[in-house]
């Protein structure tokens, strides 16, 4: 079994920055995928970044793109978001997911093709 805890979530003015951290217990894979995911009130959960085993191999959707950088420690078994420039529509309740293997396609931005999420944090700017 695998538990993903998140932190980092809070309040912030439009303009600023915040780190979100989603540390990973349990199971060890040999490739891996992690993703950001967030759910603004009353609409879908949606992708907003993910990397690979290399670290390297990293995609974003357009909304964030140049604003957000996905990172991770293998030491730490952690994958943080950085944040940057928010705006009041990044308010929304952040996720991370993670699945075991490599990219498949796009697979990444679908949720439904992780197995293991995080409870959540909450990110709220204010403008």
């Known amino acids: 079994q695998v538990q993903l805890v998140e932190s980092g979530g809070g309040l912030v003015q439009a303009g600023g920055s915040l780190r979100l951290s989603c540390a990973a217990s349990g199971r060890a894979f040999s490739l891996d995928v992690w993703g950001w995911f967030r759910q603004a009130p009353g609409k879908e959960r949606e992708f907003v970044a993910a990397i690979g085993w290399s670290g390297t191999d990293t995609y974003y959707a357009d909304s964030v793109k140049g604003r957000f950088t996905i990172s991770r420690e293998y030491a730490k078994n952690t994958v943080y978001l950085q944040m940057n420039s928010l705006k009041p529509e990044d308010t929304a309740v952040y996720y991370c997911?993670?699945?075991?293997?490599?990219?498949?396609?796009?697979?990444?931005?679908?949720?439904?093709?992780?197995?293991?999420w995080g409870q959540g944090t909450q990110v709220t700017v204010s403008s």
């Open positions: 997911a993670r699945r075991a293997g490599d990219y498949s396609g796009s697979d990444y931005r679908q949720t439904e093709s992780y197995d293991y």
